[in-house]
């Protein structure tokens, strides 16, 4: 069987920046406590040098990631036209990480100002996801795999 | 804490049916063969009675699913306007399973035909999710628990 996936070039990079830097919300895949089953919910996410994610202890994503930080998140949305597999989306494989919500106030509020609503309260958590590899779709036949230096991750 | 998971009642149900029914595509969580690590990819999807997905051997969710049946599928698009997680979705905790392909033919190219493009390759197949639990999100504060029997199943 062929192998689908072609040699990393400046356009796969430069397509995985259009689709990361822009993107408010993805969907992310956990696996579930008591068996591992994986589980995909829409979850708020900003490219604040990496990607973040803010979520609620209330969710059962946050607790799956508690007990497992393995993760996915897919980001793009197909157009409203044709076949929604020739929309490019891009799959980040990645380890889920606390880190200081106070620190990253001003930048995620000024991306997302609806989210005022609720960053400061106490179930709410910011984790960045600490990325280990990355699937590029760009439509039929342009399928890629890139690493953490393909991205625009600066820390 | 408090439990957000509100009685399921017949808006709930309605709201599933309106986002299941006229779905064509979906963001599928499997577990990674090697270690179970989840993955989200977008895939073809459509309700023709139960949620049905076409899939190819040369993508890495359906290697997966070969190895581990277990699954999930997130339905729901957010508007182009304000918080993404206001808008509606929901997620199919499922067992993927092959059904004949030839048997959905007519019923999913009637729905999806642009698919005809591909339908037929000898690498792509039908798989119908069996579905064990859903979470329906409304919106905030709108979440509910779902069982089969809440789902417009027929089959």
């Not at 069987?1 to 995985?16: F, G, H, K, S, V």
């Not at 973040?52 to 998140?73: E, G, I, T, W, Y």
Request: hydrophobic content about 45%; charged content about 25%.
């Amino acid at each position: 069987m062929r192998n689908p996936i072609r040699p990393t070039d400046n356009e796969a990079r430069q397509l995985a920046r259009e689709l990361l830097l822009p993107a408010r919300y993805g969907a992310l895949g956990v696996c579930l406590p008591d068996g591992g089953a994986p589980m995909v919910s829409r979850v708020a996410m900003l490219w604040l040098g990496a990607p973040m994610l803010l979520l609620s202890d209330l969710a059962l994503h946050m607790k799956a990631l508690r007990a497992d930080p393995r993760c996915s998140l897919l980001i793009g949305a197909p157009g409203a036209k044709g076949d929604p597999l020739i929309y490019p989306r891009i799959t980040l494989q990645a380890e889920a990480q606390e880190v200081e919500k106070a620190a990253f106030r001003d930048e995620w509020l000024k991306a997302a100002p609806k989210t005022t609503l609720y960053y400061d309260f106490s179930d709410f958590h910011l984790l960045r996801l600490n990325v280990r590899q990355a699937f590029l779709n760009g439509g039929f036949g342009k399928a890629f795999q890139l690493g953490p230096e393909d991205l625009p991750l600066d820390i």
